[in-house]
């Protein structure tokens, strides 16, 4: 569908706005940045700010509602016979490859991260957004699967998959930022996400079984 002009601006605006307050929040720390120090640096009310952002925190996880939805997208757009584990393991080394944002693994996450890390308030929103990623898609998965509501499978397979994606970008994200260079993170972050996808895949079954007791 055309954009309208209307639609145009006030996309721009938006933009504009959010591009200001990252760059402002990189610099001096989210908790030290007022929104109406944020409104003026671009030239607009402190009220426009809030009519684009419902809160502070909005300024920062602006692609927040594409955030949510991307698990969801994966799910939607796997191959005919892909199984759920085997799409997010083809969509994580995609992004390990294409160093996309999707997963944090972009240049520049770990300034990110920092950010994030040095604000409680940050901290709690990421929290939130990790939480409506893992319920959205379960709920993509129990409607698309035609699971009971009494059908816990949707949202242990959720949590699972999410969680091994996080716990492998957590790991990429503290050698980043312990200054390592990613030609030397991504060839072990691609050998440790394809080991736990074959766990996903296969089940953990003997894993972590004890040494049989030695008889002799």
Excluded at 29 to 34: A, K, L, P, R, S
Excluded at 43 to 54: H, I, K, M
């Amino acid at each position: 569908m055309h954009e309208g002009l209307r639609e145009r601006k006030k996309r721009e605006t938006r933009q504009r706005i959010s591009d200001i307050a990252t760059g402002l929040f990189i610099a001096r720390g989210f908790d030290n940045v007022t929104v109406a120090e944020i409104a003026q640096a671009a030239d607009v009310s402190v009220n426009t700010v809030f009519n684009y952002f419902g809160t502070k925190e909005d300024l920062f996880a602006d692609r927040q509602e594409l955030a949510v939805d991307l698990p969801q997208r994966v799910l939607r757009e796997r191959a005919p016979g892909e199984g759920v584990v085997r799409a997010f393991r083809r969509d994580y080394l995609d992004a390990i490859d294409t160093r996309d944002w999707r997963y944090g693994l972009n240049e520049g996450s770990d300034v990110f991260t920092g950010v994030v890390n040095a604000s409680p308030a940050l901290v709690a929103r990421l929290r939130e957004i990790a939480v409506a990623r893992e319920e959205g898609l379960a709920r993509a998965l129990a409607g698309e699967l035609g699971a009971g509501p009494g059908d816990l499978t949707p949202g242990i397979a959720a949590a699972q998959i999410l969680a091994t994606t996080r716990i492998l970008s957590d790991h990429a994200l503290a050698r980043m930022l312990a200054g390592e260079p990613w030609e030397r993170i991504a060839p072990s972050l691609r050998e440790q996400a394809e080991r736990a996808f074959d766990l996903l895949e296969s089940g953990l079954g003997d894993y972590g079984a004890r040494p049989a007791a030695d008889d002799g």
